[in-house]
């Protein structure tokens, strides 16, 4: 009886620490994290199109066996490592992309960017390269 209940309390612990961000809470945090307000619009659609705004999200494993991680889905083959010890070229553990404190993803997603621009993510490209991108006009700045 006391297994149940430690393990149903950690259930409901762990499902606490996930958010799922409001679109405004969503360009609020970019902003916070130095985001363009001109590629603003893109950011959103990308992390709409690949993680519905959770940032607890971890992917099916891909055809390679990878996986992706977080609010900007990023994968652990090349960006985050899966041991306790950060690493690959973002420096971080794939656990830290799925905090609720977007600091380290947003870094990590900036730096995917400067090397490969948008087309890093398929969401972007599928969803939002050359399409109506979201309105986000009734996000205070």
């Not at 363009?36 to 971890?58: A, G, Y």
């Not at 490969?116 to 996000?139: E, M, Q, T, V």
Request: hydrophobic share 30%; aromatic share 10%.
């Amino acid at each position: 009886m006391k297994w149940a209940l430690l393990l149903c309390a950690l259930g409901l612990f762990l499902y606490c620490e996930a958010k799922q961000l409001s679109r405004c809470q969503l360009v609020h945090e970019l902003r916070r994290n130095g985001f363009p307000e001109n590629k603003m619009r893109d950011w959103v659609c990308l992390v709409e199109n690949e993680s519905s705004r959770r940032t607890d999200i971890v992917s099916r494993p891909n055809t390679d066996g990878s996986r992706d991680y977080g609010l900007f889905q990023i994968n652990d083959r090349y960006w985050c490592s899966n041991t306790g010890q950060p690493g690959k070229d973002c420096n971080v553990t794939c656990k830290e992309l799925l905090s609720d404190n977007i600091s380290k993803s947003a870094a990590c997603a900036k730096k995917i960017y400067q090397r490969h621009g948008f087309d890093a993510w398929y969401g972007w490209k599928n969803n939002c390269r050359g399409k109506p991108l979201p309105n986000i006009s009734s996000c205070k700045k």
